[in-house]
């Protein structure tokens, strides 16, 4: 009913940047919050960034001032600006959609991508 696909991962040097992309599709009828979430090896997910429908952002404290979350709902795009990336922020990322479907807009679900690698190291 909704995908979700990550992209704009990859290998950046400790100071670098990098812009993560998750593009949603399929029968959505309204959105709730929207997050970035990350993954590290022998870690608990944790989220990283949160934009909910009304406009308010949410970050963990270690990315406070480096990370900015966004979206384009003209292309349907959820955004993760990463600056000043740390190797200590080297995890799997993975876009998360809260929504209701046009299949069942009484019930809210969550839906996730496949995750996205991001590894920071020189």
């Known amino acids: 009913q909704v995908q979700l696909v990550e992209s704009g991962g990859g290998l950046v040097q400790p100071g670098g940047s990098l812009r993560l992309s998750c593009d949603y599709s399929g029968s959505i009828f309204s959105i709730s919050d929207m997050g970035w979430y990350r993954q590290a090896p022998g870690k608990q997910r944790e989220l990283v960034a949160s934009l909910a429908n009304g406009g308010s952002t949410k970050y963990v404290d270690s990315v406070k001032g480096r990370f900015t979350i966004s979206k384009d709902n003209a292309k349907d795009t959820v955004y993760l600006q990463m600056n000043s990336l740390k190797p200590e922020d080297t995890a799997v990322y993975y876009c998360?959609?809260?929504?209701?479907?046009?299949?069942?807009?009484?019930?809210?679900?969550?839906?996730w991508g496949q995750g996205t690698q991001v590894t920071v190291s020189s």
């Open positions: 998360k959609i809260r929504c209701k479907t046009w299949k069942d807009p009484a019930d809210e679900n969550d839906y």
